[in-house]
Structures are given as structure tokens and as C-alpha cells.
């Protein structure tokens, strides 16, 4: 079956910019997170969404946001985008909201700001 | 809050064994997981630790003790292809916080 698709894989935009990140989880999977993983930071958790609800927020500001759809899609928003964002974001689904829950990653969208 | 930690680097030969340790410092403890990440690429899961003991997969293993809050990543038989970033992360909910990480570095 087809893994996790994040689209776009690159993207490249101005600081004030908006952009806004897709992530097509695995079919079946409802649990869809976002993780930004930059050199200094590491990976850091920023939402998760189950059932197009938002279950779990990391600690970012409220610039970033997201969304989930009725297919399990999901969208991240950063608005007014600041040099600092610029990383990669990775999508992860998985089966259920559950802490054993095995999660799969997509390759994630680089996100550069200029 | 929860923080891990794991060493930044590690060096091994080919056909050799690594251990990769973590120690946790968390509120409410679900579970160890282990993820590899290739330069660029995408973490994809190795192994889950809820209860003490190893859990072997192959030529990975996996060690947790929760009461000393510390877990190990064992790969045995290291080939080139296992150079790669190790991640270990603790479950809360539907959200994993992770280490910052272990590069491994097989050489020749």
C-alpha cells in the first residue's frame, strides 16, 4: 500500500510569506502528527490530529496551525514566515490514537525562507 | 516536561556491534520507541519497548529498564548501510518526543 505522501518536497519563500504543507496519510490510518526536525532543534513535535480534531499541540507559536480532513488529509499553515522556520516538516500517520502505535513518517517538505 | 537523552555520535566497524543508550526524564511513561533516519530521508521505525526487557527484531535489539529510566538500541553485524541518525522517543498520546538523536558512522 502506498506510504505517506507530504507535497510539496521543496518549497522556497520569503520571510512574511504564508505557506501551507500537505501530507496524504497511509489509507485507514486517522492519526496524522507534524514534526519539524531542524540541526539545532531536532525533531520537535508540533500537532496532531485525529478525526479532523486536534488531540495534541506542541509548543510553536500560533502562526503555525493545521487541519484535518474528513479523508484524513491534512494540511500545516505558517503564516508570516520568519528566516527560523526554515526546516524540513515530516508528516506522520498511524493506525489509531494509540502510544504503541507504530508511526510512519513521509520524506517531508524542506522548507527554505529567504 | 519529558526530555532524552543519547550521545550525538558513534563510530563502528563493519560487522561489529553498537549499543546506542537513552535515558528519559518523563511525567508519564508509555513506551520507548527507536527510529532510524537516512541522510534526507524519512524516519521509519524500528522498535517498541513498553515492558522491561529486549525485544529482538532481526539484527536489532532493543533494552529498556524503567526504573532506571534508560534503554538501549543493540545493532549487531553492522553493515555500511546502518550509517544513519538514531532517534529514541517517548509515546504520550499521539505525540512522540524524541532525542536529538545518535549518528552512526560505520567504516570499512
Known amino acids: 500500500k502506498a506510504g505517506v505522501t507530504q507535497t510539496p518536497r521543496y518549497l522556497i519563500k520569503t520571510r512574511g510569506q504564508q505557506v501551507t504543507l500537505s501530507c496524504s496519510p497511509i489509507s485507514g490510518h486517522r492519526s496524522v502528527s507534524w514534526y519539524q526536525q531542524t540541526p539545532g532543534q531536532g525533531l520537535q513535535f508540533l500537532f496532531e490530529y485525529f478525526s479532523e480534531t486536534q488531540r495534541n499541540k506542541g509548543n510553536f507559536p500560533g502562526r503555525f496551525s493545521g487541519r484535518q480532513f474528513s479523508n484524513s488529509r491534512s494540511e500545516m499553515n505558517v503564516s508570516t514566515l520568519e528566516l527560523g522556520d526554515s526546516a524540513l516538516y515530516l508528516c506522520a500517520s498511524s493506525l489509531r490514537q494509540a502510544v504503541n502505535t507504530e508511526a510512519f513518517f513521509g520524506q517531508g517538505t524542506r522548507l527554505t525562507v529567504v | 516536561g519529558q526530555s532524552l537523552e543519547q550521545p550525538s555520535e558513534v563510530t563502528a566497524v563493519e560487522g561489529a556491534i553498537v549499543q546506542i543508550n537513552c535515558t528519559y526524564q518523563t511525567s508519564g511513561f508509555y513506551g520507548l520507541s527507536w527510529y532510524q533516519q537516512h541522510d534526507g530521508g524519512a524516519p521509519t521505525f524500528l522498535s517498541y519497548n513498553a515492558l522491561d526487557g529486549l525485544e529482538e527484531t532481526g539484527r536489532f535489539s532493543s533494552f529498556l529498564s524503567r526504573s532506571d529510566s534508560y534503554g538501549y538500541l543493540l545493532l549487531q553485524e553492522l553493515q555500511m548501510k546502518d550509517s544513519a541518525s538514531y532517534f529514541c522517543?517517548?509515546?504520550?498520546?499521539?505525540?512522540?518526543?524524541f532525542g536529538q538523536g545518535t549518528e552512526l558512522s560505520v567504516k570499512p
Open positions: 522517543a517517548v509515546s504520550e498520546g499521539g505525540k512522540l518526543i
